[in-house]
């Protein structure tokens, strides 16, 4: 026992005064020390006295005590203080140190425990010393004797015990009878070498209690028990006398599971699998790396030989009649695992044992969503106005990275929960595969874009690939796999294969009404039921057609066409919630670290695996809906992203929903002063599309947008009704403003393309680039002869910019000044009284050249947010990552140059307009900012629609005139009117959710109650009773935070409306007034 605690010399030393006559040349102070004392106890023999010895260490001061420059107060005594060495936290405060408010802004000497590495940095040669005195045989003072006999030589002393005894042969075998385990350590003339307690003539005894011989034991040598201390030999004495107790039945009575049940000859402790158990959950250790470990263990030298072979055996030459025990522990881990499984379960309570366990019965359900036999009301499907906070919530995805190698066959290596837990049964998925692969169509023509999902369905593999990957069903907004929802994938995602997990899912105590999220939902959800009518009659569903919602997850929704972001957006469908559906995706990261280990497997020892790990993460995730982890005062949209518990969600979507439905109401008043009757008819379409999604989507814009070629054919029209008289050229004044934006256009092409040049072109081209520049001079002096007739005043600034151009040069056609109007305004070379319409055309022009660059932008950050996504799921390797790079530089190249576009184009917009005092786009089109650059990103879970606006670029349309004012704020007013009622449903859902949650607990420990009555076995009564009390305080600690959750409400959820009608006539003043 230790004990360390400083000691000072003399009373508190006064404050250090530095003086001005303090010379350097006088010779310095002695080095500060710091004095500790060093207590060792110990205890002689079987004595109950103790002895101490005490030691005074002088150490130098580390100077971590920082001088004050105030003068140190009177009441201040140091020595009164607690030390920082009893309380390594403390810190004196300002009363306790008697400075008044002046004195407190003075720092305070920090205390030695706030910096332990530095204090242990200088005792680093103590530590090292004490090490090294434990390598020794004898204490100062010592005579070698047996500490507990106090007569023969001690000699022999056990690592894995807490005291440093040394003792005899006899004593140490009588005092580890129960612990044959233990490392054991024997003094060899000069040092300690390892020993065993079986050499040392312990026998483990099985079959009886401690004390109590066997008559007849069969004692086993070198029987192998693995620990997580290491692979050890031990001498195993099983009972052979009358009982007639088999040996593995003894083995498991001592907590040692046997590695064959017909005379074995190794074991492995409960507490070494429980542990590997839960290393492989939390860190995705291997039964390799965590098998070899034990072996360096044992042996990390290589000289001594552990019964197991390393990976450097040959290298050592160490004989084949050591037994490999990897492949025992890997057979082992799997048995251990399936039956804890079974245990916990309660399948050794139901009277028809492991083989009347029913399919999916292994797996772990979702407290919070609805079970209809569990947690629902008893007539929940009559409540028609509640019945949408009873639909069960899935996600469908694919992961390709859990794939599988052609390795071993079901036959040879079969899965021990056949259907029990979270994989399909494989006998009858098999059977579905074969019997139904040439009857449902392998390809189905797509209407979105061109997915992986879709396209490479049937094409994706790898060659020595049994399995490419596995797909999966989980509750899409709790993150948890539903049971039975797991199978293999022989290429990609092809409709055979998930339309069998979807189906066998909802044979789960499913219930009549679902929302279901797939990335693909636009193109699955199409022919799904025509498929079903195909299946035999146990993979038909209860849930009719009309009961289903089908959506696209949040983040996949850019990828697709416009119109399936309409009509598959979870912002925009009723009764939903905030729900994202991106939970598959998080599922699969806590996953996907089992890739490497999982893929060389065979396929049983695969699926229990994955299994296991399944039921482990909704475990976690299942004790913790409960909890609460978000820190207070979070902003919404960031606490919204970290909120992982139901709890967390509630307090975040109560802020939010106050605050959503206020903006709403505001905004909808400022919109009837003027639009009163259209906000009726917007909320009318509205209340059709929810209930009819064929129905006009009052979210989508109906208007045409407006283009730079229809806007040449509007100027054509009206030229063509102009008498003939004011056309001054073959070439009318549109066609002229048309053609200088097309010349103005070419010339920053040809720049960017000598720009590409670099220093290293070919001849060929450089060739190119001017045969191009060329041709563009060409077309730039025939458009400036047409310029002299419509805009002469140009005429003199092309003269005086030939003038300025050295002798003998040329401008470059990319340099050569166009004048337009909107450059030529700022020159005054245009008069705007006489010229007013080429600098209308030019505005005009100009406008469906903005429309059209910021269609291009959009366009292109939508291109750059799927590659972004598909280069990091798809893309393995450098040469595929090479080019995704190269694809994805050149979309941001693109991006860049409709940047530069647009602000070109609005500087000279915002020129023509104040000359034809015109500006009536500017509630449409803004200054566009680097800030304003940025991809959909509401549909990231994050920064969503429901937290931020959008960059104005997405918001705006220009149509023109007020029938595209009247379709803006229409589509503005949804979408505040969708974010106000997806909060609601969120506080609803969580309300029920947290509702559900505690009936579920409540039922689980009546049920285990129950169990205890099933079984008369030992063992199974008080293993019952002990799990219902579990659940029992699971249930008590979610009541106790519902309870605290609804005192912080300053009012009830209730008192939220939530039907579209209720929202609508509510008022601003109305709801401050109930807050």
């Not at 401008?811 to 600098?839: C, E, F, G, M, R």
Request: hydrophobic letters at 35%; a neutral charge; charged letters at 25%.
């Amino acid at each position: 026992m230790l004990n360390y605690r400083p000691k000072k010399h003399g009373q508190a030393r006064p404050a250090r005064e530095f003086k001005e006559k303090d010379r350097d040349d006088e010779p310095a102070p002695p080095p500060q020390l710091d004095h500790y004392q060093h207590t060792r106890f110990s205890l002689k023999g079987t004595s109950t006295r103790s002895s101490a010895r005490t030691t005074t260490l002088s150490l130098p001061s580390l100077g971590l005590h920082r001088p004050s420059t105030a003068v140190e107060h009177p009441r201040f005594a140091p020595e009164l203080l607690p030390s920082s060495f009893l309380d390594p936290d403390y810190a004196p405060s300002a009363e306790l140190l008697g400075g008044d408010e002046e004195h407190s802004s003075t720092r305070t000497p920090r205390p030695l425990g706030d910096h332990p590495l530095r204090v242990w940095c200088s005792q680093r040669s103590v530590f090292l010393d004490e090490m090294l005195k434990l390598d020794a045989f004898e204490d100062d003072g010592d005579d070698g004797i047996c500490d507990a006999c106090t007569t023969s030589p001690g000699i022999y002393r056990c690592l894995s015990c807490v005291d440093a005894r040394r003792l005899c042969q006899t004593c140490i075998v009588d005092e580890h009878a129960c612990s044959p385990l233990h490392r054991i350590e024997e003094w060899r003339a000069s040092f300690f070498c390892k020993t065993t307690l079986a050499e040392l003539g312990l026998s483990f005894q099985l079959g009886h209690k401690l004390g109590t011989p066997c008559p007849s034991p069969v004692i086993i040598t070198k029987f192998v028990v693995i620990d997580v201390d290491g692979i050890h030999t031990v001498n195993m004495a099983f009972c052979d006398c009358s009982q007639g107790i088999e040996r593995h039945i003894q083995l498991l009575r001592r907590r040692l599971f046997p590695a064959t049940t017909i005379y074995p000859q190794t074991a492995i402790t409960f507490r070494v699998l429980h542990l590997f158990q839960l290393l492989s959950f939390m860190s995705k250790v291997s039964a390799y790396e965590f098998y070899h470990t034990l072996a360096r263990v044992t042996d990390n030298s290589g000289m001594y030989t552990p019964p197991v072979k390393f990976f450097l055996m040959r290298q050592y030459n160490i004989p084949d009649r050591f037994q490999d025990h990897y492949q025992t522990f890997l057979r082992v881990v799997r048995e251990w695992r399936h039956i804890r499984a079974l245990k916990r379960f309660g399948c050794g309570h139901e009277p028809g044992g492991i083989e009347g366990t029913r399919p999916g019965e292994l797996a772990l359900r979702c407290p919070a969503c609805p079970q209809p036999s569990i947690n629902l009301p008893p007539n929940w499907r009559d409540d028609i106005s509640r019945r949408w906070l009873y639909q069960l919530f899935l996600g469908i995805d694919a992961n390709f990275r859990l794939r599988r190698l052609n390795i071993s066959s079901n036959d040879a290596d079969p899965g021990l929960n056949e259907g029990y837990a979270y994989f399909v049964e494989e006998r009858a998925f098999r059977t579905h595969l074969d019997a139904f692969g040439k009857i449902i169509p392998e390809e189905e023509k797509s209407t979105c874009n061109n997915h992986d999902a879709v396209k490479l369905a049937n094409s994706r593999g790898g060659q020595g690939s049994a399995a490419t990957g596995v797909g999966a069903i989980v509750c899409a907004r709790h993150d948890m796999k539903r049971p039975l929802s797991v199978g293999d994938l022989q290429k990609g995602e092809r409709y055979l294969n998930m339309d069998y997990f979807v189906l066998s899912t909802l044979t789960c105590d499913s219930p009549s009404d679902l929302v279901v999220s797939y990335d693909i939902a636009c193109q699955w959800h199409k022919n799904f039921f025509s498929r079903i009518s195909k299946y035999p009659e146990h993979l038909r569903p209860e849930q009719l057609e009309r009961n289903i919602l089908y959506l696209v997850p949040k983040f996949h929704l850019p990828t697709h066409i416009l119109l399936c972001r309409d009509n598959f957006l979870f912002n925009f469908s009723s009764k939903v919630g905030h729900t994202d559906g991106e939970a598959p995706e998080r599922g699969w990261a806590a996953t996907n670290a089992l890739a490497s280990s999982t893929k060389e497997m065979g396929p049983g020892s695969r699926r229990d695996t994955l299994d296991d790990h399944f039921g482990d993460y909704n475990w976690r995730k299942m004790i913790i809906l409960h909890t609460s982890f978000l820190v207070e005062h979070t902003k919404v949209a960031n606490a919204w992203s970290q909120a992982d518990t139901l709890c967390d969600r509630l307090k975040v979507a109560w802020s939010a929903c106050l605050e959503h439905v206020t903006e709403f109401i505001s905004y909808e008043e400022a919109l009837k002063a003027d639009h009163s009757a259209s906000v009726e008819s917007w909320r009318q379409m509205v209340l059709q599309w929810e209930q009819d999604r064929t129905q006009p989507n009052p979210f989508s814009p109906r208007l045409r947008p407006v283009t730079e070629t229809a806007v040449c054919l509007e100027l054509a029209r009206e030229e063509k009704s102009v008498s003939l008289v004011e056309i001054r050229h073959d070439v009318s004044p549109s066609e002229f403003i048309a053609q200088g934006l097309q010349l103005e256009e070419a010339q920053v092409r040809l720049q960017d393309d000598m720009n590409a040049l670099g220093s290293h072109a070919t001849d060929l081209q450089r060739s190119k680039v001017q045969t191009q520049a060329n041709r563009i001079g060409q077309k730039i002096e025939a458009w400036i002869d047409v310029q002299k007739v419509y805009m002469p005043r140009t005429t003199l600034l092309q003269v005086r910019d030939d003038d300025r151009c050295p002798a003998g040069t040329e401008v470059h056609p990319s340099k050569i000044p166009l004048y337009l109007p909107s450059a030529a305004l700022k020159l005054n070379a245009v008069d705007p009284t006489t010229q007013i319409t080429i600098i209308d055309d030019e505005r005009r022009l100009r406008l469906a050249q903005a429309n059209d660059t910021l269609a291009s932008l959009r366009d292109h950050l939508l291109l750059r947010s799927y590659l972004t996504v598909w280069r990091q799921r798809f893309n393995r390797g450098q040469r595929y990552g090479t080019k995704a790079n190269t694809l994805f530089h050149r979309v941001e190249t693109k991006i860049a140059a409709d940047v530069a576009r647009y602000r070109r184009i609005y500087t000279a917009l915002d020129t023509v307009s104040t000359k034809s005092n015109r500006f009536e786009w500017q509630g449409v089109l803004f200054p566009l900012k680097d800030g304003d650059v940025r991809g959909l990103d509401q549909y990231n879970e994050s920064i969503s629609e429901g937290h931020r606006n959008l960059s104005w670029i997405w918001k705006t349309n220009l149509q023109g005139g007020d029938e595209g004012l009247q379709e803006a704020l229409r589509i503005e007013w949804c979408k505040s009117h969708a974010r106000a009622q997806r909060w609601q449903e969120e506080c609803e859902l969580l309300t029920e959710e947290m509702r559900r949650v505690q009936v579920t607990f409540t039922c689980y420990a009546q049920l285990w109650t129950t169990q205890a009555t099933l079984k008369d076995l030992p063992g199974a009564k008080a293993y019952a009773f002990r799990q219902a009390a579990l659940w029992n305080d699971l249930y008590e600690k979610a009541e106790a935070k519902w309870l605290e959750l609804q005192a912080s409400f300053t009012l009830t959820l209730t008192e939220i409306a939530i039907s579209t009608t209720d929202l609508d006539n509510r008022t601003t003043d109305a709801v401050f007034n109930e807050v």
